[in-house]
Structures are given as C-alpha cells and as structure tokens.
C-alpha cells in the first residue's frame, strides 16, 4: 500500500508536467486547451447587457464547470508538485511551487469565480488566456528561451535602461531651455526617449535644437543596434530551442 499512492502520484504528476507523453496525457491537453479557448467566448457574451436570463444561466454554469475543471487541475498540480526535487518539501515546497509563474496564473485565472466582486476582481478572468503558456509548444518556447538566455536578455535590457536615462537627461537639459512648453519636465523627457529609441516617433514631441537633433540621432542609432543584439539573442535561442523540441520528439513515446 505504501508503494501504491506514491507511484500513482508520480504517474498524475507525469502527466500533469507533460513528461508521459501518453494518450491520456494528450486527451487531458486537449480538453484544457478547449476550455481556455471556450471561456473568451463566454466572457464576451457575460458583457453583453441583451442576452436572455436563459442564455444567462447557460453561461453561468458552463462558467461554473470550467472554472471548477481549472480549480481541479491546480489542486492536483498542487498535490502532486513535491515530485519534483525542487519543491519536494511538503508545505514550503508548495509554498515556493504556488509562487512560480505559471501557477500565479493559474491562481488568478480561477479566483475572480470565487471572489464575490466586480471590476478589478472580475478583470482577473484575463488571465485564463495566458494559462495557454502552459500547453502551447510555442509559448512554452518563448518561455524556455528566456529562461535560457536571461543573462544575455538582462544585459541588452541594463543597455536599453541606461540609454533610456541618459538620452532623457540629455534631451531635457538641452531642450527645457528652448521650448519650455513642450520639455515641461523630466516625464516628457522620457516620453520622449521611449518614442525614439523604439522608432515609434509620434511626432508629439520634436527636439528643435542643434545639440536635440544630434542626441535624437545618436538615440535612433543606438536603440536600433540594441534592438538588434535583442532579436538576434532571441533568434539563437529559438533556434536552439526548436532543436531540442525537434530531438525530443524523435524519442518512442511511453507506454
């Protein structure tokens, strides 16, 4: 009996982290997918104000059935989480499991049907969306890549941060001066810097000065050769990824 619940809690964590790669797996992906997929319909048709009381109480309950399916899966994630070493301590490993991202999704993906609220509450549906992270190849893609490459992607992002600052200081100093009105403070510098280096270029807001075009070039320049570093980290991660993806597809599935 001892051997029994902890194998069948290894087997639902297998399946629930993706690593049994076996039809009950793929059955269980396919109907969270559906069921994050049905709930924006249902979401939109919650806001319209001429929907009968009938097609109300519909909604209602399939809101009802979703939301307790989704409560189910995270209390079995939950249950099962201290499968993996990292969290294998039974209370603060699922304390530090519960702060992970995906599970804070999760978390506020189901909590407004619980909540009694509006507003702010009610807004917290959006997140059913993002829990598509979780079964999508491509979001989970985009995920590892940033995990992976997060040393490079913080650099490129310090650079972007240190440009963003100096390239405000500059312009306000430079253009405070000549037209007060439009450079009020050091926010409309920023403003101003944000829409530059990103190549937005509003228009709202134009240097008039000799030293302000020449820091505008200068900024141009400089966050497109960031922007660039950016992309080209993220393409050799996704590259990278893609590879792994496509080596452990090529492995016999689990019976």
Request: some cysteine; aromatic content about 10%.
């Amino acid at each position: 009996m001892t051997k029994t619940i902890p194998s069948a809690k290894r087997y639902l964590y297998d399946i629930l982290q993706f690593n049994n790669r076996s039809k009950v797996t793929t059955a269980l992906n396919a109907l969270i997918i559906t069921l994050i997929l049905l709930s924006v319909p249902v979401d939109v048709l919650e806001s319209v104000q001429d929907v009968s009381p009938a097609v109300k109480r519909i909604i209602y309950h399939v809101d009802l059935v979703m939301s307790l399916i989704f409560a189910l899966e995270y209390a079995l994630r939950l249950i099962t989480c201290t499968e993996d070493p990292r969290f294998s301590r039974p209370i603060v490993g699922r304390l530090e499991y519960m702060c992970t991202p995906l599970m804070l999704i999760d978390l506020f993906a189901i909590s407004p049907f619980f909540i009694l609220g509006t507003g702010m509450v009610r807004m917290l549906r959006v997140f059913r969306i993002l829990m598509l992270m979780r079964y999508t190849n491509a979001i989970q893609l985009v995920n590892n890549v940033v995990s992976e490459k997060k040393s490079e992607l913080s650099i490129c992002g310090a650079f972007l941060l240190m440009l963003w600052v100096w390239s405000a200081f500059m312009i306000f100093r430079v253009e405070h001066a000549a037209q007060p009105e439009v450079f009020r403070n050091m926010l409309d510098a920023m403003w101003w810097s944000a829409e530059t280096f990103t190549t937005l270029g509003y228009g709202d807001i134009v240097p008039i000065t000799l030293f302000g075009r020449i820091i505008t070039v200068i900024t141009v320049a400089m966050g497109l050769v960031l922007f660039a570093i950016t992309t080209a980290v993220l393409t050799a991660g996704i590259v990278q990824e893609i590879q792994k993806f496509e080596h452990k597809k090529q492995q016999p599935p689990e019976v």
